[in-house]
């Protein structure tokens, strides 16, 4: 009897044990942290430039399009392409034959003009004769006052018709003017010093001069000076200023720079599929003669510069914990909130660098407390800088004695890769965590953005 119910008793406490066991493992697996990786980076110093990139083509500084202003045909062409002209050279002709043609009209017209002043002169002089008659043969009553008066109008309309003989020659005169300016308009001459880069006719070709001249050549003033017309986004354009130095590449020459400086920047907007550019010229030193105009160049301006600073990588701002670990961050941090005065990080640990976190290290508050982190002689600041106020504060987060640690930070100037901290309670050799994975689980990559652009990783 006594031996049944010591086996009782025995069976009730080693189910009793074992269902105390069951049922603190369940508890501990429900509440254990999640394992995580990190990966991180070493907060150092860096030099940060800040940059402004834009594409534009290479044009000569002075390019004149030669034309002509009279149509006709191309009767000789006497440079060619890449040919070297002096100003007043000459460069083509058309056939004068129809001009020569009009400038002999002209003459003859000239001439009979002139004839047409002779003969009203001599008609004047006869009627003033007749009238000097009349007055004396009125004046003994020989003649008629009717008769008189009319001589004296035949005297004033042949005196008049020399007037308009006269206005004849002059208009004469001013065609055969014109048709000489015509018949040297059929000889083309260089306008400028420089070089042809564009030939658009050839010998035989009939050009029409109606509306606008036709354009016969190109001509480069000087191909040793040119400039880069780039084309600057009115986000970007602000931060330019006339003088700033330039470096640009060329297909032509990959590897090799060449340097140039803001001569001007247009205040005239361009706007294409509604992006609003503004033109940047860059002047440029081409004596070796390699930039050729028409070239694309991708050009770079330094608007900005950082030496020996602290530089946050980007990843790090754009990096955004998993919800496992945001969760467990939001819990440990409620449970091992530190007393007042205590260093800033002393939240309970997430993971460690490379390494999985051990599980019941962040939330169940059942193990010991974990060590605090070291803690922070200062704030980073940059020296003498100002920060800027319009800039909202960011968020990154640090690994600190195995724990993940949110910090709020101010930062600057950016290249793109890195951005300038310019106060934050972190400094230098701190780790930086720009990913997290969670241990078995497989991430979701996001959707690729219209357009096909690149998928940013954010955690």
């Not at 060329?250 to 720079?257: L, M, T």
């Not at 081409?286 to 105009?293: G, I």
């Amino acid at each position: 009897m006594k031996r049944s119910m010591r086996r009782v008793v025995w069976s009730g406490v080693l189910v009793a044990v074992v269902s105390g066991g069951v049922g603190y493992w369940r508890y501990s697996r429900a509440h254990q942290a999640p394992d995580v990786q990190f990966k991180t980076v070493a907060l150092e110093k860096r030099r940060i430039v800040g940059r402004i990139t834009a594409s534009g083509t290479l044009q000569a500084t002075v390019t004149v399009q030669v034309g002509s202003q009279v149509s006709g045909r191309i009767q000789h062409l006497y440079k060619d392409f890449n040919s070297q002209v002096k100003k007043g050279e000459l460069v083509a002709t058309l056939d004068p034959s129809l001009f020569q043609a009009a400038v002999a009209q002209a003459e003859a017209n000239y001439v009979s003009a002139k004839a047409g002043v002779a003969k009203a002169e001599a008609t004047a002089l006869d009627a003033n004769r007749q009238y000097d008659r009349q007055k004396r043969l009125n004046a003994e009553n020989l003649a008629s006052i009717s008769d008189m008066q009319a001589a004296e109008t035949a005297a004033a309309v042949a005196r008049a018709a020399i007037d308009v003989a006269k206005a004849d020659v002059a208009q004469a005169a001013a065609s055969l003017n014109q048709a000489k300016v015509n018949l040297s308009y059929t000889s083309i001459f260089s306008p400028i010093d420089g070089v042809v880069i564009s030939r658009s006719v050839d010998v035989g070709q009939t050009v029409a001069a109606s509306l606008q001249a036709p354009v016969l050549f190109t001509i480069a003033e000087d191909l040793r000076k040119m400039q880069v017309n780039t084309n600057v986004a009115e986000g970007d354009v602000g931060r330019l200023q006339s003088g700033m130095p330039v470096y640009f590449t060329v297909d032509a020459f990959p590897g090799q720079r060449f340097r140039g400086k803001i001569s001007t920047i247009r205040n005239a907007a361009q706007t294409l599929q509604n992006v609003v550019t503004y033109d940047a010229v860059v002047d440029v030193d081409n004596s070796e003669l390699k930039l050729r105009p028409g070239m694309t160049a991708n050009a770079t301006v330094s608007y900005a510069e950082r030496n020996d600073v602290l530089g946050i990588p980007n990843a790090a701002l754009r990096f955004k914990p998993p919800p496992e670990v945001a969760g467990s961050a939001s819990a440990g941090t409620e449970r091992t909130r530190p007393p007042r005065g205590a260093p800033a990080g002393s939240a309970a640990p997430l993971g460690s660098e490379g390494a999985r976190a051990p599980a019941g290290s962040a939330s169940s508050g059942d193990g010991p407390e974990p060590p605090a982190p070291p803690p922070i002689v200062g704030a980073a600041r940059r020296g003498n800088a100002q920060r800027d106020t319009s800039q909202d504060p960011k968020t990154i987060w640090v690994l600190r004695s195995g724990a993940a640690v949110p910090v709020t930070i101010h930062v600057g100037l950016s290249d793109g890769t890195n951005s300038e901290l310019v106060d934050g309670e972190v400094k230098e050799g701190e780790q930086l965590i720009v990913d997290a994975t969670v241990a078995g689980k497989t991430q979701t990559p996001p959707t690729a953005p219209p357009g096909g652009g690149a998928v940013r990783r954010m955690f």
